[in-house]
């Protein structure tokens, strides 16, 4: 029998209700509990796999894993660092699967035009330099510089120790910085 | 940008507008949320009532397989056929039945797509049918079955009869009480597009087709032969023989219903984890016709190519020549790195060259990662490997061959495990034939001079244009040097060439080797016409313009009976 979440009510349920609803078999609840994280999910997604089809499928993945294993969340209000956990273990897995070839997008940023034109090339040569990255070199800044978390929740996403982040998050920008001078030398 | 500060600024600057989401793709995912699978009930396993004499147990249930299946990109659960259409079925006898009593009715090709088509019902514990056999499946509409034992099915559940077996003489009844039925139910989920070449698609349909998240699809005229192309941890007793064979491999989990026994208490299975990496399941096919062959499926198997790895899209290729490495360069060497031999060995070859060494000046290499890389194997990408010569006075030579990117690295032998062959043309490399040749970005820095706009291609010539289209072509290779492939003629309207691309049967292969992939060129039949290299600088003429299609490539080694297998070319 499903616990059908009142959406006539005024109060708006809690995570623990949406969580209890959905391992009910209540998809609009776990619709609910997900809404919040899909569109960073999305954007994650897609810039760890460097593809919106690729990043797609990764948080379909995420999605799938998240309905049929959720209860193994202890905690419903830690729904969204496990969930988003979820999505960054499926994007990298798409990307370290697609290995070599990914599509090398270069979408338009929402740069203003009032920019000079060498901030405008730079921003451009910045996105080509972050694709040519690994997948976990991706992943890492994806967290520290889309989602601005903290070490202590980098760590628990990738499944490392919080000294490990610093020391790969300096690594990584290293080599941000060694792409970007070779784009810049093209 | 001078340091870390202004790059960590720039980034933060930078990503958001590289993460944008449009409202469709979240429309989608939310479409997908929809069409999840129904979570199976706590203590509602589903009891079973056998009824078959002879029928081989075979099902296993080991783990929970569901949360590896695909969600259709297509939203919604397709539509199971009207019952009536069954009416005369014999089979519906069988379970003393007629289509009138049936919610559904639906056919599998075999009993072990039985998680394909009830995803919640999985797993089905006690199932006794013969996997293999086909079966019509009936989902009853109202009364229990009259082998039920206790309550009538639960709220969105139904009980089945499944008749299996192929013909009259072996149909066999099959109840299961209190099933599940929410899901897929008929049909399989419409595949995207299958990714495999023609040759090739049989066998992956076999190992569950184009949904089924297949890897690769090796085929071998002997089963003996993959031990040339893979190394299989556990191996596969069954390759271990002459007949044809076929390994497929998973990206990760294979989707059909798992093997193992099933735990004392079916509502605590948890999902299947996800594999390690270099981990895969596999399904292995004996036999030389892919519909009849043996299957056997393998969990959990660690799988290394011997050299190169042929891509889903091709054809099956010669096994390597064992022994490719010198013996300057230890297996060993390449294990550890856990590079394919032909990386290693091109690894080692680029060292040479940049230190002007051969082969007969060395007496050991070895390869280690850069050790920038924080030791962590990041398969060559960033900085790259050291490559250390120990030559045969005894002196070393210390040479980086580094991977500048992927851009450049995947068709790099030696930065990639499967390079692929570079291929060019006026179009396909993003060399910039429609570049508009002032300014940086759209539009242009409005003190340039820019580029006359061209003006429209006519009615006139566009009429008398003739296209050179090619769907598929092989061409024989044989030697080395500088080769010029004359491909055809093609009549372009105006001197406005619109496309102009081409590909290759398997742009992974090592049968040719060139020093820079494999040029497309379109040359005018007019010596007074500049080249087909932009369209501004190309021009545009009145009426039409005749022109010659070359594949251009410099040859650096051939493998004996090399085809060059051009596909989908197309200049315009």
């Given at each position: ?42 954007g994650a997604s897609i810039l760890i796999t460097r593809s919106?089809?690729d990043g ?32 960054v273990?499926?994007a990298l897995?798409v990307a370290r699967?697609r290995g070599d070839v990914g599509e090398l997008e270069v979408l338009p940023g929402?740069e ?6 060498e901030r405008s090339v730079d921003r451009r040569l910045l996105r080509r330099a972050f694709d040519r990255l690994s997948p976990e070199d991706r992943g890492l800044l994806t967290l520290r510089y889309l ?7 980098t760590?628990?996403?990738l ?6 982040v610093k020391s790969r998050t300096h690594a990584a920008i290293g080599r941000l910085r060694a792409a970007f001078d070779a784009e810049a030398r093209r | 940008m001078n340091d870390n500060a202004d790059f960590e600024a720039a980034l933060r600057e930078t990503l958001p507008g590289r993460a ?323 990386r290693?060995?091109?690894i080692?070859?680029r060292?040479?060259?940049d ?14 990662h850069n050790p920038q890389g924080n030791g962590v194997n990041l398969g060559g990408r960033g900085p790259g490997d050291t ?13 980086d061959v580094g991977c500048p990117g992927l851009v450049a690295g995947r068709f790099d032998p030696a930065c990639s495990d499967?390079p692929e062959?570079r ?6 490399d993003g ?9 940086a ?132």
């Open positions: 029998m499903e616990v059908a979440v009142d959406a006539s009510s005024a109060v708006t349920p809690t995570p623990a209700e949406l969580v209890a609803a959905a391992l009910a078999g209540d998809r609009a609840a776990f619709g609910r509990l997900v809404e919040p994280s899909l569109v960073p999910a999305l919106h089809a797609h499928d990764a948080v379909q993945d995420a999605l799938l894993t998240a309905w049929l294993g959720l209860d193994q969340i202890r905690d419903p209000e830690a729904f969204p660092a496990w969930f988003r956990t979820l999505v273990r499926s897995r699967r929402p203003s035009l009032d920019d000079g034109l989602w601005d978390l903290p070490v202590a929740e760590a628990y996403t499944g490392i120790v919080p000294g490990t | 944008a989401v449009e409202e469709a793709d979240t429309q989608r995912l939310r479409a997908s949320i929809a069409a999840l699978p129904g979570r199976r009930r706590a203590g509602r396993g589903g009891a079973l009532l056998a009824v078959a004499a002879g029928i081989v147990v075979v099902l296993g249930l080991g783990a929970l397989l569901v949360s590896q299946l695909p969600i259709a990109h297509s939203g919604a659960a397709p539509q199971a056929p009207d019952p009536a259409a069954f009416a005369s079925d014999p089979r519906l006898a069988v379970c003393g039945l007629t289509s009138k009593d049936a919610e559904a009715i639906f056919e599998m090709d075999h009993v072990r797509d039985y998680p394909l088509h009830l995803p919640a019902a999985y797993p089905l514990t006690g199932l006794q049918a013969d996997p293999e056999a086909p079966a019509l499946v009936i989902v009853r509409a109202g009364p229990a079955s009259p082998d039920r034992e206790g309550d009538s099915p639960g709220a969105g559940n139904h009980d089945i009869c499944m008749v299996v077996g192929a013909d009259a003489s072996g149909w066999a009844p099959v109840t299961i009480l209190d099933v599940d039925t929410s899901g897929p139910i008929a049909h399989l989920p419409e595949p995207t597009g299958t990714p495999f070449a023609d040759a090739l698609a049989p066998w992956a349909e076999r190992c569950g087709g184009a949904d089924a998240r297949i890897l690769d699809v090796y085929t071998f005229a002997r089963g003996t032969d993959s031990a040339t192309r893979i190394v299989l941890d556990p191996s596969a007793p069954e390759l271990a023989t002459d007949e044809p064979a076929a390994v497929i491999v998973y990206v990760d989990v294979q989707p059909f219903a798992p093997l193992g026994t099933p735990p004392a208490d079916s509502a605590t299975i948890a999902p299947r984890e996800p594999l390690a990496p270099d981990h895969h399941d596999i399904c292995v096919l004996v036999g030389a016709d892919p519909a009849t062959a043996t299957r056997t499926i393998h969990e959990d198997v660690v799988v290394a190519t011997v050299a190169g790895r042929a891509s889903p899209t091709t054809e099956s290729s010669p096994p390597a020549t064992p022994g490719v490495l010198p013996a300057q360069l230890e297996p060993a060497v390449c294990r550890e790195l856990r590079y394919p031999d032909a290693c060995l091109a080692a070859e060292a040479l060259a230190a002007r060494l051969a082969w007969t000046d060395v007496a050991q290499v070895s390869i280690t490559v250390t010569l120990t030559l045969t006075d005894g002196s070393q030579r210390r040479q499967n062959v291929l060019s043309s006026p179009f396909g060399s910039g034939y429609h570049d508009v040749p002032c300014g970005t759209p539009g242009g820095d409005p003190g340039s001079a820019c580029a006359t706009p061209m003006p429209d291609i006519k009615p006139s010539a566009a009429k008398r244009a003739a296209p050179l289209r090619i769907d598929s072509q092989d061409i024989p290779i044989a030697s080395t040097g500088h080769l010029e492939l004359d491909m055809g003629r093609a009549t372009v309207p105006n001197g406005i060439l619109s496309d102009a691309r081409f590909t290759l049967a398997d742009i992974h292969t090592r049968a040719i080797q060139t020093e820079d992939g494999i040029r497309l060129e379109v040359r005018s039949l007019d010596p007074s016409r500049p080249p087909f290299e932009n369209i501004y600088e190309h021009g545009w003429y009145p009426g039409t313009e005749d022109v010659e299609v070359f594949l251009v490539m410099d040859v650096t080694s051939v493998t004996p009976g090399a085809m060059l297998q051009v596909r989908d070319l197309v200049v315009r």
